[in-house]
Each structure stands twice: as C-alpha cells, then as structure tokens.
C-alpha cells in the first residue's frame, strides 16, 4: 500500500489522502458501500464502478459459506469471481459469527460458533480468517478481534480487547507468513468498548505493531450507544494514531456521522445503511432523506435531486415514478440504491474538495443548514465539531439543537 | 400521411410487408415486414418484423435499472398494461407535464422505444370478476376496478402511446370452458367497445393506431365469425356514429391474438411436449381478415410455438413475458436459430440452464454457450464506461488504471450467477432478464433471415431446430428452476424486507 496524505484542514484533523492498493487508487476519505454477497445490492460490477466507487466491502463471513474458498480459489479470487477490478476490503468474520449465529463462545483459540448448515460447532480462529480472507484476495484484510456489544460493560470489554492485541499477533504472522503482505493489507481493530482507559491500553499496543501494520480501523462503535460517547471515543482513537496510515471507522453511513467523523481525522467508513434503506424506499438528499412511499411523493415529477448525477436522476426518474414502483419492483431498489451510493459518494467527494481547498468548516456549516436547518441540530454534531474548532451556530440564527441520536427520518404515514 | 392537425396520434406508422411478394398470398404465410413509425420531431423507428415486444410490470421491464434497458439493444417496442396506474384517480401518467405522457412518465425516449398500451396485462392468468356490458374489471395495486370505454379512451388518449390495443371482453374462468352464449356476448361487447374507441366525440378525437383483440376463445367458429363480424358494413345507430368508418375493421390498424385464454380453456389435444397447439385457432381469427395489417400474439410460451406461429400463423410480432418469466426462475436461455451445425450430440439440448442447479456452482462459462455466437447482452458482453462518476477535484487520479486493471471484462460466469441466485440477490435476475431479452432478439434475427430465404427454408430449419431442442423437456426445466426458485424465496426472500426493518438495528454490518 501507498499512503499519501495529499492536504490537511487548517481548522479540524480531516485530511485528504491518496491511498494506492493493488487495485487502483482510493481517494480518501471515502464511504464504502457493503457489497455482503459479492454483489452491491442489484447492481452489476459495471454499474457499481460508473457511480465512481474504487473501493467496497465484501463480508467474509457470507462469502465463506456461499460460495465458499473452493469456488473463490478456482475462480481466481474474489475480484474475478464478481467481475470487479477496482479495490475490495473484507472483515474477518467475527462480527457476523456473533450477530448471526444462533450460539458463540469465544475462547483463546477463537471463535466457537454453530455451523448454519450443519449445526456442528465450527471454530474460527484469526489464522483461519485470515487464510479465508487470503482466499477471498481482497486489498484490505481485517483482523479478527473479539467483538463485544457496545453496550457491554465490565471485565468482558477488558478481556476482549487484550485478546483483540493476541489476535492481532496471531493475524499478522499468519499474514506475514503467506508472503501476501504485498497485495493484501492487515489492518488492525483498535477495542476497548466506551472506555477511554481501556481504548488508550489497546492503542497503545496496537501502535507499538505500527511497522507491520497498513492502517487501522476503530471497531466496538455504532451499536446502540450514545452518540455523546460514541464521538469522543471516535475522538480519542483518531487523536494518538498514527498520522501516516489510513484510519476506518467501522459500522458507520449516517451523513451527520461521517463528516464528524471525517472532521475528527478518519478516512474510511462503511455501512450498509444507505443500500438498505433504498430498498425501502427512502432516497438520501443534502436536504435529508425523503421516503418515497409517502404519497405526497405520487404526483412530484421532479427527480430526487436534479443536481445529482446519478444514473437515476441524470435520466430523469420521477418521484412520482418511483413512488408508483418502490418495495414492488425491483428496478426501483436498483433506482434508489444507485442514487444513495452516489449521494455518500458525493457527500465525501466534497468533503475532499473542500479540504483540499481548506474551506472544509464552511462545508460542514453549510450541509447542517442545508440538511438540519428545518429539524434542528443534533446537539451531539455541535459538540462534536467544537472540540476541533468549528462551531456550527456560529453565523447561524435561530437554530435548533436537538437531543439524542438527531437522526433525521422522513417517517412512513403507515 | 394525413395528419388530423386537432390531436394526431403519438405517431403515425406504415406496416409493409417485404415478403414474400405474391399476392395474393396465402393468409397464413410466413412473412418479413416492416413497421416503421413516423416521428414528427423525433427520429424514425423502424421495427423488422417477424420480432418482439418487450413485456413490463408497473411500467418497468423487470429487474432492468434504467441504464440497463438502455444497454440492452435487444429492448426496441415495450408494452403497458394500463391497470397497475389506476390505483389513483386520476392515474399518475396522465398527470406527467407535457406531450406523450406515457414516454416521459416511464422514461422511455421517444427516439427509442416503441410504447404499446392494453389496460390489462395480456399475460395475466388470474381469475377476476366477470366484465359487464359497460365496462371492463382491471387489476390495480388497490384490487379489482372497473374501467369503462369511455375511461379507457380518455386515459390512452392522455398518455399517447404509439399503439392501443382495444379492450377484450375476455372470460377469466379458468376451470371451465364458457358456454356459447358467452362466447356470443364477449364478441359482441368487445366489437361495440372498439366502436365506441372508434367514434368521433365532440371532447376528443377518435383514437388511432388501434389494435384489436381477435375473440372467440378456443371455438372455432365463433373466431371466424368475430372477424366476419369485423369486417360488416355498419348499420343503424353505429353507422350514424362513425360516419367516417364502413366497418369497424376499416378503424384498426393490426391485430391481437392473446394465447392465454386459449391455453386456459384449451379442448385442442396436447401435443407430445404438453403443450397444445394453438394453430388453427389462429388461422382461424385470420382467414378472412386483410392481410397487411400487423399481428401480435400474447403470451407465448416457447421458442418452439413462436416458430410454428410464424410458419404456419404468419404472425409478426410476440411479447417476451416467458423469457423474463425464465430469468425470474433462474434460467439462462440458451437457443439459437437457425441452428448452427456442431457435431451431433446423442441427446437433444434444453433451450437453456437452470442456473439453480448445483452443476453451475463451479462452472465458469459464460451464460450463452460457448457454441453460441457471442450475446450481446450486459452479462455476457459487460464493458465499463470510460467515464465513471468523478466526485471531487482529486478523483481524476482514481481512474489511471494500469495495465491489469484496463484489460476488457470477462463475461460473467454461470458460478457467479448461481451464487447470486442462492443468495437471493437482486442482480441475478437483472442479468439472467438482459441475457435472456438478447438470446430472443438474436433468435428473432435468425427467423427473419431463414423467411428471407423463401420457399421451403423455414419448414426445414423449423425440423431442425426441433431436432436439436426438445420441446418437452425444456418446459420440464423450466418448471424444475421455478420449484428451485420457490425454495430459496421461502428461505431467503419472502418476508425478508420484514425481517431486515426487525434486525435493523441488531445487525449492523452485513446486508
Ligand atoms: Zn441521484
Ligand atoms: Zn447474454
């Protein structure tokens, strides 16, 4: 991997960097679309590569069961399986064993789950995630941690993240044993719940093993806790990492989120927010998300967002089109899917502009207004941002502070 | 072409027929055509004809995102049911600011696309409350409605598309065959519905390039009496009420002959494939009637029944609802006409795969064959756009791909494929529905060259290609890949957007 940071805000720790993978070139920061299956949701690699994406997820845990190291092997990987060529990242695996499987144990080995074909338990250990994510042949490979809730408090969320740091030793010699370290990169997953002792603990070792590893990710976030802690621990962790490598934020596709959390200095986030909520219906705008099936939407001929180049929009799909076809055909999926890739894809690419061209705090005003002038502002954001400089009502008259998550939702009249 | 200045029809269309040349040919004959469809502003479209329609559900060609109807070459003519749109009222389309609604509303550029218009789904098989003397029930997405002429012609005349079929007065009993006075009755309502598309009306002009649907179910006299009835002078108050018409045939521009209802109630005897052969009562609607109209036949099942319905129905055009039903199903067709001479093989092939099946999970061939001349489709002929969407000042550099990279994408494989199909995704059924929309256009290709060829080219390539695909079987493929289908729906996809909004919150990251 090639790490460049390319520009640097004068007022918050957001910087724009060039990250060179084996294959192509990643502008960060970026979002990454979850493509679980090998597949962003109803769209072709083609399709996927013209909404300008160079970089998405696939999930190692899916993969392994369908199709299976076999099928990826002989198909030469997961790049060629898919048909895609641009940069492609895996998880390890465990996150899914946890949420998915019907029974887990973790123990030093690994992971203890119930296989969902067989029902047998089925160990995954980090060398085995590792050797599945060799298969698999993405340019960015994760470790496996122990993942815990983020709502888990206790001795469990200290365990958990010292077994994290073994992990992460066991990952990166079985890595480096596979000679692979050229075309794949570890990353590590900095733990530690929503303790702050904890999380310094974790950074530190992890950093100690700084030479062996491309990037890191912050994980154990985005999982029902309180936006309030959530941003400080974003804080923390994106203020002792090191400065020259890449920085993922794991779990994380609000809009609000992710520029916060580029302002805090992260350059990668994922989520399958944005695809799944197109399925419902729910198309995301620099004026917040619109549900299409709300009938107010029936007889509106305007596209979602004239400005948005996106296939959908650029073509001329009304609302009152996709109001007629969401959640029956779906073509609308694939309408409002391709919309909401390009809107966190433009979302970031702003943000790059803006940085590059040091007026990122103007930016980050003028989507608030833009996205939370009518509902008001998470107070959360506003706190946020303040602790690297930039006040959001500064200017501003009138604005709104909202408590709690501030996610804004165009609810269904159902 | 004479133009009525007050209202013209979306477009203007000539129908000739290039071959075969005699005349006066034989009713029934083979033929090659051309529909032709005069823009005013826009460009000329030519359909060559013997082809296909495009068949939609809700306005949409299924499983296709814009950018792939338009990538695929093969979607030329696209037909309407009307009925999902009457869920509102008025219906949305007719609302859509400025001319040629229908176009505009679905996205279909009129430089492109032929729009054809019924108010119900032609292929539609389920049973509905009868039709009355005044008005037809329909499907909307808020249940059964009833739609008079008069709505129907409002409606159509909105919305503007390049044809309209007239409203049919078809039986939809299933079970049982309808008596002879309902025979009687849905040719006689179905002929005074058309007069009333027909008439001249002080609020609207009368509509043109009109489409009839040729009645008479599965009786054989009461067909040919339909077409006779057609084509009588008019009389009495009808007369009086088309002063600019002789008969009711004089006002159309081309024929229907919908095969569902035939299939439905069908007293024809099973051919050895099961499927029965709808022929006679084809050349029985078309006997009398001239012969230089177009002719469309709905819902046909078959590449096989499409070729006896050329050779022996003289029919033009067809829908391609059974080959989109096949991508539903996870079947990649796989069928070429005329055949192309490859060594013998000791069994007869399917005219396509059952992707479902475990055979595929490791096969990394394209979807067509490799005997197969290479599909033009998205799946097997993917290309990238030159020219991503480029999202900040810096991305530029982004899209210097190097030399592995830039290499022309391989066809996606059946593996691939397979996987998407148990895995319940989405693009799976947008790619099978491009590959198989192409495998029909290039099969429509091969027709129009072997009836150019004249004389007795058709019947010998027609054997042939029976020889090489089995009729039988092929359904029995067909039928396997639903059952498979149903399975992994049950397990992965009934319910599931359900369950997603439930697991939201716990799951997170996978999708
Ligand atoms: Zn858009
Ligand atoms: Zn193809």
């Known amino acids: 991997m090639q790490f460049e940071i390319i520009a640097k805000c004068s007022t918050t720790r957001a910087r724009v960097s060039r990250m060179k993978l084996a294959h192509g070139i990643t502008m960060l920061p970026t979002f990454m679309p979850v493509a679980t299956q090998a597949a962003l949701k109803g769209l072709t690699p083609q399709q996927t590569e013209e909404l300008g994406l160079t970089l998405i997820l696939n999930n190692t845990y899916h993969l392994n069961l369908r199709p299976g190291t076999k099928v990826l092997e002989a198909a030469g990987g997961a790049h060629r399986f898919q048909g895609w060529r641009r940069n492609l990242l895996t998880d390890s695996g465990g996150f899914q064993m946890v949420s998915l499987s019907s029974f887990t144990k973790v123990t030093e080995e690994g992971v203890l789950f119930a296989s969902p074909f067989t029902g047998e338990p089925t160990m995954l250990t ?289 | 072409m004479v133009k009525m200045t007050n209202s013209p029809p979306s477009s203007a269309f000539v129908f000739r027929i290039l071959s075969p040349s005699i005349t006066p040919p034989n ?46 070459s093969a979607i030329g003519w696209v037909h309407i049911p009307f009925e999902s749109f009457l869920a509102s009222s008025p219906p949305v389309p007719t609302l859509q600011p400025g001319a040629h609604k229908l176009h505009s509303f679905l996205g279909f550029s009129r430089d492109r696309y032929i729009l054809s218009l019924s108010l119900r789904d032609p292929c539609d098989d389920n049973p509905m409350p009868p039709n009355a003397n005044t008005h037809v029930v329909a499907q909307s997405l808020r249940g059964a409605c009833k739609v008079t002429p008069a709505l129907y012609r409002s409606h159509a005349s909105s919305v503007q598309p390049d044809i309209i079929f007239a409203l049919a007065d078809i039986p939809h009993t299933p079970s049982q065959l309808p008596s002879q006075k309902r025979t009687t009755k849905s040719i006689e309502r179905t002929l005074r519905w058309l007069a009333e598309l027909l008439m001249p009306k002080a609020s609207s002009p009368p509509l043109s390039n009109i489409f009839v649907p040729l009645l008479g179910g599965n009786v054989i006299a009461a067909r040919e009496a339909f077409s006779t009835q057609l084509q009588e002078p008019l009389e009495g108050l009808e007369a009086a009420a088309l002063p600019q018409l002789r008969t009711l045939d004089d ?147 982004s899209y210097v791909l190097d030399a592995e990279l830039s290499t022309s994408p391989l066809p996606v494989t059946r593996a691939y494929v397979h996987h998407l199909l148990h895995t319940h995704e989405m693009s799976s059924h947008a790619l099978l529905a491009a590959h198989n929309l192409s495998i029909l256009s290039g099969f429509f290709a091969g027709i129009r060259e072997v009836v150019g060829r004249g004389g007795e080219a058709l019947e010998a390539e027609i054997a042939k290609f029976e020889e090489r695909y089995d009729e039988g079987t092929s359904k029995l493929m067909m039928e396997e890949a639903k059952r498979d289908w149903e399975a992994v729906d049950r397990a992965r996809g009934k319910g599931r957007l359900k369950r997603e909004k439930e697991d939201k919150d716990k799951l997170g990251e996978s999708e």
Not at chain 2, 43 to 50: F, L
Not at chain 2, 295 to 319: K, M, N, Q, W, Y
């Open chain 1, 126 to 414: 980090p060398e085995e995630s590792i050797s599945i994510q060799h298969s698999i042949g993405a340019d960015i490979v994760m470790q496996l941690d122990d993942v815990v809730s983020s709502l888990t408090t206790g001795p469990r969320v200290e365990e958990a993240m010292w077994r994290s740091v073994r992990w992460l030793d066991r990952c990166i010699a079985a890595h480096e044993a596979s000679g692979r370290t050229d075309k794949q990169n570890l990353f590590a997953i900095v733990q530690g719940g929503l303790n702050h002792e904890l999380r310094d603990k974790c950074l530190e070792e992890m950093i100690k093993r700084k030479d062996r590893i491309p990037g890191y990710a912050i994980g154990g976030l985005s999982g029902g806790e309180e936006k309030d802690i959530f941003w400080r621990i974003i804080a923390q962790c994106t203020e002792k990492l090191p400065v020259d490598r890449p920085r993922y934020s794991m779990g994380i596709g609000f809009a609000e989120d992710l520029l916060v959390c580029v302002a805090l200095g992260v350059d990668m986030a994922d989520c399958v927010f944005p695809t799944r909520t197109a399925r419902f219906g729910v198309a995301l705008t620099f004026n917040g998300p619109l549900n299409l099936k709300l009938s107010r939407h029936a007889k509106n001929f305007d596209p979602i967002d004239p400005t948005c180049p996106c296939p959908t929009c650029s073509s001329g799909v009304s609302r009152a089109f996709l109001h007629h076809i969401v959640t029956h055909e779906t073509a609308a999926a694939h309408a409002v899917t391709q919309h909401n890739v390009v809107f966190q894809a433009r979302l970031m690419g702003r943000a790059r502009d803006a940085i590059l061209k040091d007026s990122f705090p103007q930016y980050l005003r003028t989507f608030f207004q833009d996205y939370f002038g009518d509902v008001g502002y998470p107070r959360w954001c506003v706190d946020a941002l303040r602790s690297v400089g930039v006040d959001l009502l500064s200017g501003t008259e009138d604005v709104q502070m909202v408590e709690g998550d501030g996610a804004k939702w165009e609810y269904s009249e159902a």
């Open chain 2, 27 to 72: 009713f029934c004959a083979p033929r090659l055509g051309r529909l032709s469809f005069v823009r005013a502003a826009d460009k000329d479209i030519d359909i060559a004809t013997p082809n296909f329609i495009t068949s939609t559900s809700r306005g949409v060609v299924p499983h296709l995102s814009r950018d792939h109807v338009q990538k695929t």
């Open chain 2, 251 to 397: 006002g159309v521009s081309g024929y229907v002959l919908d095969l569902l209802p035939l299939r439905l109630t069908s007293t024809t005897a099973p051919s050895a494939s099961g499927i029965g052969d709808v022929v006679p009562h084809v050349q029985a609607s078309l006997r009398s009637l001239p012969f230089t109209r177009p002719r469309i036949a709905t819902a046909p099942i078959s590449p096989h029944e499409i070729l006896r319905l050329v050779s022996r129905g003289g029919i033009d055009l067809f829908d391609s609802n059974w080959v989109q039903q096949a991508a539903d199903w996870g079947v990649a067709l796989d069928f070429q006409f005329p055949v192309v001479d490859i060594p013998r093989r000791p069994v007869k092939l399917h005219m396509g795969r059952n992707i479902y099946d475990d055979q595929y999970a490791m096969d990394f061939e394209s979807l067509s064959g490799a005997s197969g001349a290479r599909c033009p489709c998205i799946a097997c002929s993917p290309s990238f756009s030159p020219e991503p969407i480029v999202h900040s000042d810096l991305d530029a550099s």
